[in-house]
């Protein structure tokens, strides 16, 4: 069930930002790799049947690196039907842009495969946000990696904001900041939390 991370590791509660991110760290490496791709494509199960995916025209999600929810087959199933929106960090900020297929996506210096595809000019075009996170709690708080990018982000856009995870990370409580950004509703393999 969700939020059962929470009740094997009543810790978490006591945990400042920082420790929460180490915490999550240490525990994710106890799973396979091909484990958290399966609990990913359960995850993106859950993820087509929401109405507001289903209603959406245009899509932000972020193309994954290891360890996180695995996106890269869900992207390409997908956008040729709908517009697929990821970021590049540029210093401070996001820049977003459309993914045109795997030819749009290019080696940076820093070994991440970032897209070249067209900008997004009118960040308000986006309906559905698929945000990734190191934890969510209970009040749908978000804790990412301590960069701020998504705190600066959200608040230019107009969507539905959906919390990313495996049930893992779910914990009874984040410490939060005034900037924090809330998610609307979250996600993990095992289904959606309103
Ligand atoms: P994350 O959200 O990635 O877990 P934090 O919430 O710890 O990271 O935020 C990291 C830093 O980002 C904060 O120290 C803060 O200075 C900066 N930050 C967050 N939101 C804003 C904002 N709206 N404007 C400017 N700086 C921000
Ligand atoms: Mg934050």
């Keep these: 069930s969700s939020f059962q991370s929470f009740l094997i590791n009543p810790i978490c509660k006591l945990l400042n930002k920082k420790e929460l991110r180490q915490h999550i760290k ?11 791709k399966v609990w990913s494509e359960s995850l993106f199960q859950h993820i087509e049947k929401l109405p507001e995916f289903i209603a959406a025209d245009t899509v932000f999600l972020y193309h994954s690196m290891k360890g996180e929810v695995y996106t890269h087959t869900f992207i390409n199933k997908w956008y040729k039907e709908k517009n697929i929106i990821l970021p590049v960090v540029k ?3 996001l820049e977003l842009r459309f993914f045109e297929g795997e030819d749009s996506l290019y080696l940076s210096d820093y070994g991440i495969l970032e897209p070249v595809g067209k900008k997004l000019d009118d960040f308000r075009q986006i309906q559905l946000s698929l ?8 009040k749908k ?3 990412g990696r301590g960069k701020g990018y998504y705190d600066r982000t959200l608040p230019l856009l107009n969507s539905y904001n959906v919390g990313i995870c495996f049930d893992f990370q779910l914990v009874e409580k984040i410490p939060t900041d005034p900037f924090d950004q809330k998610m609307d509703c979250l996600c993990t393999e095992n289904g959606l939390i309103h």
């Design 131 to 138: 945000i990734p996170g190191i934890a969510f709690d209970k």
């Design 91 to 93: 210093e401070d900020n």
């Design 141 to 143: 708080n978000r804790l």
């Design 26 to 36: 240490e525990k994710k490496k106890t799973f396979e790799e091909t484990t958290l």
